[in-house]
């Protein structure tokens, strides 16, 4: 939808049938703020189709971008099968001298992998990792912090580049190995980071610090700065976690020691771990029987995605426990219990009903609406006046003004 955008003629192929008929009502399959006004935007201008088949869709294109799923395998490695797939499915319908561009995320070595597989000599497939958050997806597209290309010939990764000249965003260029290997580092960075400010935040509830004023004083340092740096549940999505794992899995491959990786993943599994007893701790001392109410379910706020959700695990845990599980998320409706990750607890279309007759109230997505909750309100209807907030989202003196104990991260 950017590429339209920016005044480009992108044909998307679509093989599943229902998503096809939406795109092509302009109607978008995923909601992200201003993708659907880009989609109808580039329909009406004529400058976006959407066909079902790839062969159809490549036939005259002078870059393939290919951003197909490349899910976590049970070894931890990414699958690579829709990606191959997708690769012999172009084979043979390539224009002369067309230009692969792989966007999807996937282990080092595959550009070389694609090339042969398409076997085609005058073709070339170049790595150009994407960096944009779910939830704003647009934003981050339209206002890059950098372009990275990875080729084994400069000249047509510089053609890549190109494609982005207007972002003015600075552009790295490199080999196909280096690219792929820019996109693992830059989201266990992130995770690493994220892990290490939760660690900060357990330290700070060790020695009776506080974990907000903290990341003041540390932030500041424009070296360390305040992105990525809300302590919180621990980190989750389809990203950081299947990226970080495959990172840990190509060091082990070549037998090199990566272990702030390793730390990294398991100080987030502590983390999650952490929040449970918390809100043990706040249910009275055991979970056996107590029913907790739950606020958001996603991995974060401003999505509907709860795949490898921080919230989701942490449920389980709790449940695990012999914890009865009351929940309300936004994005979710009470049909969803019917889901697969849901099946332990119970949802609710509202969070008042979510929480009535709980023991313990704990949040764990950073849902903006639920600093606007009635707590009076909700003080009359839990069981035991309880909250723990695993993402610091309010304030705690009015909170236990209306007779709550309250449990943050990090704060007193
Ligand atoms: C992540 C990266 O941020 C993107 O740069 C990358 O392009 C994307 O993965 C990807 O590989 O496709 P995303 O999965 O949308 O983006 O999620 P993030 O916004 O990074 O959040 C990840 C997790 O960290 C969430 O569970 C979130 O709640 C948590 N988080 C984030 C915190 O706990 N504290 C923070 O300060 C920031």
């Known amino acids: 939808m950017v590429f339209s955008h920016r005044g480009h003629v992108v044909t998307i192929a679509e093989r599943n049938v229902a998503r096809l008929g939406s795109l092509r009502r302009g109607v978008s ?55 191959i797939a997708a690769a012999e499915e172009i084979a043979t319908n390539l224009a002369l001298g067309a230009i692969v561009v792989n966007k999807s995320t996937v282990p080092l070595g595959t550009v070389e992998l694609i090339e042969k597989v398409i ?166 001392g055991t979970l056996e029987r107590r029913s907790v109410g739950i606020l958001g379910l996603t991995f974060k706020a401003n999505t509907g995605d709860r795949r490898y959700s921080p919230a989701v695990s942490i449920t389980q845990r709790l449940a695990q426990q012999g914890a009865s599980i009351n929940a309300y998320d936004p994005t979710v409706i009470r049909m969803d219990s019917g889901s697969v990750d849901l099946a332990h607890l119970e949802t609710y279309d509202d969070p008042y009903q979510a929480i009535t007759g709980t023991d313990v109230v704990a949040i764990l997505t ?13 003080r009359e209807l839990v069981s035991n006046p309880a909250i723990v907030d695993a993402r610091n989202l309010l304030e705690p003196g009015p909170i236990r003004d209306l007779g709550f104990s309250y449990t943050g991260i990090g704060r007193k």
Not at 29 to 46: F, K, N, V
Not at 65 to 78: H, I, K, N, R
Not at 245 to 262: G, M, P, Q, T, Y
Not at 366 to 378: G, K, Q, T, V, Y
Request: aromatic letters at 6%; a negative charge; one cysteine or more.
């Open 366 to 378: 950073e849902w903006p609406e639920f600093r606007d909750l009635d707590f009076a309100r909700m």
């Open 119 to 284: 076997g085609r000599s005058d073709v070339t497939v170049v790595s150009n990792p994407e960096f944009l958050r779910e939830g704003t997806a647009i934003a981050d597209s339209l206002h890059p912090d950098r372009i990275v290309v990875g080729a084994r010939n400069r000249e047509i990764a510089s053609r890549v580049a190109n494609l982005y000249s207007d972002t003015g965003a600075p552009v790295v260029i490199t080999d196909a190995t280096t690219s792929e290997l820019i996109k693992y580092a830059s989201n266990a960075f992130l995770a690493t980071k994220l892990t290490f400010i939760n660690t900060m935040a357990g330290l700070c509830d060790a020695v009776g610090a506080d974990v907000l004023d903290l990341v003041q004083g540390v932030g500041r340092d424009k070296r360390i700065g305040f992105e990525f740096m809300k302590p919180g549940p621990g980190w989750g999505g389809s990203c950081l976690p299947k990226d970080i794992s495959a990172l840990l899995n190509i060091a082990k491959s070549v037998s090199f020691d990566a272990d702030i990786v390793e730390a990294a993943i398991s100080g987030n599994e502590r983390q999650m771990e952490l929040v449970v007893n918390k809100i043990r701790v706040a249910a009275g």
């Open 29 to 83: 399959p995923i909601s992200e703020t201003g993708l659907e006004e880009m989609l109808r935007d580039g329909i009406a201008a004529g400058r976006i189709h959407a066909v079902e088949t790839a062969a159809e869709a490549v036939a005259s294109a002078e870059f393939i971008f290919l951003c197909v799923e490349t899910p976590q395998a049970p070894d931890g490695s990414a699958d690579l099968s829709f990606m």
